[in-house]
Antibody, heavy 126, light 106 residues
């Protein structure tokens, strides 16, 4: 059973950098999966931030791309998120999740978030 | 960007009711559509992937259908543990979620 656990500061100052880590247990981060970050502002919906493969390949949400960096540490079986120049609008619960993709041999792979961390609230405030 | 909409935004239902939630994509996404359930203070849970495939361990009262731009999540007989918010998500391009449908007790 794969488990994911987010960690990092719960309070970040405006214009600062939000940094979170997701520790993966019960499975290897070097498996054939992507690893993703999703956030949810209080009382609002879900927003995909980006994803990383164990090779270091990344994909980011275009709306956040200029401020986001996702990295992987295979030796620690974890991946991390950095979001720079934060404002109050970045206050949210941040989730890490595993992306499982099924390849049929034709067309795009079918991908979905099958395992999630419990989430961690990050507040941007002075 | 592919925009996802859901209707209704909320609904009230009773235990045993049949509940249907609709999700619409701004362009065709074939069957690249997933459904999640989220309870307050908890992470989302995958229910349905590829529009109609039931995730392992999810009760069979949940079902999904549709392709192209219009999709449906159906709960055949609502149970007390099903009161939650439901999100659709497309994986055809940059992942995006619908705004959610909150199901509460009538």
């Amino acid at each position: 059973q794969v488990q994911l656990q987010e960690s990092g500061p719960g309070l970040v100052k405006p214009s600062g950098t939000l940094s979170l880590t997701c520790a993966v247990s019960g499975g290897s981060i070097s498996s054939s999966n992507w690893w993703s970050w999703v956030r949810q502002p209080p009382g609002k919906g879900l927003e995909w931030i980006g994803e990383i493969y164990h090779s270091g390949s990344t994909n980011y949400n275009p709306s956040l791309k200029s401020r986001v960096t996702i990295s992987v540490d295979k030796s620690k079986n974890q991946f991390s998120l950095k979001l720079s120049s934060v404002t109050a609008a970045d206050t949210a619960v941040y989730y890490c999740a595993r992306v499982l993709c099924r390849y049929s041999g034709y067309g795009l792979p079918l991908c979905y978030f099958d395992y999630w961390g419990q989430g961690t609230l990050v507040t941007v405030s002075s | 960007d592919i925009q996802m909409t859901q209707s209704p935004s909320s609904l009230s239902a009773s235990v045993g009711d049949r509940v249907t939630i609709t999700c619409r994509a701004s362009q065709s996404i074939s069957s690249y559509l997933n459904w999640y359930q989220q309870k307050p203070g908890k992470a989302p849970k995958l229910l349905i992937y590829a529009a109609s495939s039931l995730q392992s361990g999810v009760p069979s009262r949940f079902s999904g259908s549709g392709s192209g731009t219009d999709f449906t999540l159906t709960i055949s007989s609502l149970q007390p543990e099903d009161f939650a918010t439901y999100y659709c998500q497309q994986s055809y391009s940059t992942p995006s979620f619908g705004p959610g449908t909150k199901v509460d007790i009538k």
